[in-house]
């Protein structure tokens, strides 16, 4: 099955550069950083050992930078990679200076050869389920490789069924395979991976302590004791779905100030049109952070925000769960900041934790039509909030140590 697809993706070569520029056209590509979709950059392997990580876009990213960090305090020199542009951004503003940022080349036999024969790392370190046959399958040829926080939903899941043999050929070029649940690692079970090893999410190492101190300052002083609801992650749907679900509730709770981030903020513009329509009086972030008593709604249209809007709110409702396609983000990230949470139906990419947070009673899971009788509940009883809330972070501090024996473990993978 590998030479198929290693043969098709051959003779794709050249429909690759269409790719890109239509990429381009789209805005998803930086054209300054084109070539290196092709395996083409101006910048020089440094000496010495080289470890590559990849992440392919912003979740992926975050859920390392705090890894990052650590290899680069044990003097590691590091080459990231990402796919998405969102992503690249966040490495130019968060990550270490030190750390080396391309663009994960397309898949082609030709780029991945090229790419792996310019950088030649020692070590590699891939993360959750970015599977890139053609450039994973070259660099195991030179390079240990860890598949780490590996991740499979249940959608993927029952895609890879279909494709078994190219699937275990994938998993079989990496040295060990960690998943970041049991349920992935039953997974891996099935699919026949026999290098399994259990740490944990990494993801639930996510850096508390990563906010703009002086963005919380200046909101937080304006907030004063109003209720701060962040509606976090959101796509296309649910902003209509939750603030139509919030707006009765403004004459009952005339304190309310909602937190609104999509997950992608380039769509700020469509955002807004819904935000009109329901009739939201609302600032956006990168016009101001001045928010007056008459906002009603904070619209952030920024990336790397998100633990600052976390830590300065007291519930959050995550996006990605009110819709089938997502099915779910990450909710140690409020949790860690003591938010009683509130999520959708569909949750399936992180069912381990939501059956935990459920529990642990640390979460409200809702359908839509129960969305604002939650809210109002919430709204209405501060002690039920901070319980919620104190559950949540027990759960997310729990798992402190994942980041630690991470690094422990990955560094004596890079020593043997």
Not at 156 to 183: A, D, Y
Not at 218 to 235: C, D, L, M, P, Y
Not at 345 to 372: C, R, T
Request: charged fraction near 20%; hydrophobic fraction near 45%; proline fraction near 4%.
């Amino acid at each position: 099955m590998y030479i198929f697809y290693s043969l098709l993706t051959l003779f794709l070569t050249p429909f690759f550069y269409l790719w890109a520029y239509i990429r381009l056209l789209r805005g998803k590509e930086n054209s300054a950083r084109i070539t290196e979709r092709f395996a083409i950059t101006k910048i020089k392997r440094p000496q010495g050992k080289l470890v590559w990580l990849h992440a392919a876009s912003v979740g992926e990213t975050l859920a390392i930078l705090s890894l990052v960090n650590k290899l680069v305090e044990e003097n590691f020199t590091i080459l990231l990679t990402t796919y998405t542009l969102s992503s690249s951004k966040i490495v130019a503003e968060k990550f270490p200076q030190k750390v080396i940022h391309q663009f994960l080349p397309f898949d082609s036999p030709f780029f991945a050869r090229k790419f792996v024969n310019h950088w030649r790392p020692d070590f590699v370190v891939w993360t959750e389920s970015d599977f890139w046959a053609n450039i994973i399958t070259t660099a195991s040829k030179v390079s240990r490789m860890i598949l780490l926080n590996e991740r499979m939903s249940d959608k993927s899941f029952k895609r890879w069924k279909c494709f078994p043999h190219l699937l275990k050929h994938i998993l079989g070029c990496f040295n060990v395979v960690l998943p970041q649940s049991t349920i992935d690692y039953q997974k891996m079970e099935y699919f026949g991976v026999k290098n399994l090893n259990f740490i944990g999410n990494l993801k639930y190492s996510l850096n508390a302590a990563n906010i703009n101190q002086n963005l919380v300052d200046e909101v937080g002083e304006a907030i004063n004791k109003r209720q701060v609801i962040f509606v976090a992650s959101t796509h296309p749907t649910e902003e209509k779905i939750i603030l139509e679900s919030i707006k009765p509730l403004m004459k009952k709770h005339p304190d309310i100030l909602i937190f609104l981030a999509p997950r992608h903020p380039a769509r700020a513009a469509e955002v807004r049109n819904i935000i009109n329509a329901i009739g939201f009086k609302y600032e956006q972030r990168t016009q101001t952070t001045k928010i007056s008593q008459n906002t009603q709604l904070y619209l952030i249209d920024t990336l790397g925000e998100m633990n600052s809007f976390f830590k300065l709110s007291s519930i959050t409702i995550m996006g990605g769960s009110f819709v089938s396609y997502i099915n779910g983000h990450n909710i140690i990230e409020p949790a860690k900041f003591e938010n009683a949470i509130i999520c959708g139906p569909y949750m399936s990419n992180f069912k381990q934790a939501i059956e935990e947070f459920i529990e642990a009673k640390a979460i409200v899971q809702v359908n839509e039509g129960e969305l604002s009788l939650v809210i109002d509940k919430l709204l209405s009883d501060n002690k039920l909030v901070r319980n919620y809330a104190a559950n949540a972070h027990k759960i997310a501090s729990s798992y402190e140590q994942v980041l630690s024996k991470t690094v422990k473990f990955l560094v004596a993978e890079f020593n043997r």
